[in-house]
């Protein structure tokens, strides 16, 4: 019996230390699904807010009605007219695109460039980086696993411990989140780079003027 007992904690901390990046999106999806339904919203914002006149609705209705369609709050009217223009010319993919962006955004800096946006991405965000944090993920999560376990003792007080044990186990979270928003944004300008350059040659070409013959 008592062998049975640190088997059964073994199996239980595992199984919910897998389940943590499972239930966060899971949380995270639950909140984004709270909205009209989805081709209703689509009518309405092309029929309303897509490329219409700047004076005809208030910026913030327009924001909020972007907002509507993509299921995030992390972006604007002036961004989805860009992301529907490039799907529209099927240079991306409107659903893919705005997914990475929500994930993501908070590691990507934007630059108006007049009919462009140029998506740059923030100081330290590299694959490197982004590796790193997976492995603290998986280090700060061992760590609190053996604590809890008892294979590491650091302190005399139990609760000394436990509380180190618990910081482990939320700076491992922290680091798998900042990992996924990370991997998120590199798939997003991964996506998202091409088909900008691609929209900026393609208006260069036809601005640029005809040359007349002599």
């Given at each position: 019996?008592?062998?049975?007992?640190?088997?059964?904690?073994?199996?239980?901390?595992?199984?919910?230390?897998?389940?943590?990046?499972?239930?966060?999106?899971?949380?995270?999806?639950?909140r984004?699904?709270?909205f009209?339904?989805?081709?209703?919203?689509?009518?309405e914002?092309?029929?309303?807010f897509y490329?219409?006149?700047?004076?005809?609705?208030?910026?913030?209705?327009?924001?909020?009605?972007?907002?509507?369609?993509?299921?995030?709050?992390e972006?604007?009217?002036?961004?989805?007219?860009y992301?529907?223009?490039?799907?529209?010319?099927?240079?991306?993919?409107?659903?893919?695109?705005?997914?990475?962006?929500?994930?993501?955004?908070?590691f990507?800096?934007?630059e108006?460039?007049?009919?462009?946006?140029?998506?740059?991405?923030k100081?330290?965000?590299?694959?490197?980086v982004?590796?790193?944090?997976?492995?603290?993920?998986a280090?700060?999560?061992?760590?609190?696993?053996?604590?809890?376990?008892?294979?590491?003792d650091?302190?005399?007080?139990?609760?000394?411990?436990?509380?180190?044990?618990?910081?482990?186990?939320?700076?491992?979270?922290?680091?798998?989140?900042?990992?996924?928003d990370?991997h998120?944004?590199?798939?997003?300008?991964?996506?998202?780079?091409l088909?900008?350059?691609?929209?900026?040659?393609?208006?260069?070409k036809?601005?640029?003027?005809?040359?007349s013959?002599?």
């Open positions: 019996m008592e062998f049975i007992n640190p088997i059964s904690t073994i199996i239980a901390v595992i199984v919910a230390i897998f389940s943590i990046p499972k239930s966060l999106h899971s949380i995270n999806e639950f984004r699904k709270k009209k339904d989805e081709l209703e919203n689509y009518k914002y092309f029929e309303k490329n219409c006149e700047k004076n005809i609705y208030p910026k913030l209705l327009q924001d909020k009605a972007a907002q509507n369609i993509t299921r995030t709050q972006t604007s009217a002036y961004l989805v007219n992301f529907i223009n490039l799907h529209e010319k099927n240079l991306v993919n409107f659903d893919k695109v705005t997914e990475h962006y929500h994930w993501g955004n908070r990507i800096l934007i108006d460039q007049g009919s462009t946006i140029i998506f740059k991405p100081r330290f965000l590299s694959k490197r982004c590796s790193i944090n997976y492995f603290l993920y280090f700060f999560i061992g760590i609190g696993i053996f604590i809890f376990l008892g294979k590491i650091l302190f005399n007080a139990e609760w000394l411990n436990n509380f180190f044990g618990i910081a482990n186990l939320i700076l491992g979270i922290a680091c798998l989140r900042t990992a996924d990370m998120e944004a590199l798939k997003f300008l991964k996506l998202i780079n088909p900008t350059r691609e929209l900026s040659t393609r208006d260069e036809l601005n640029s003027p005809t040359e013959n002599n």
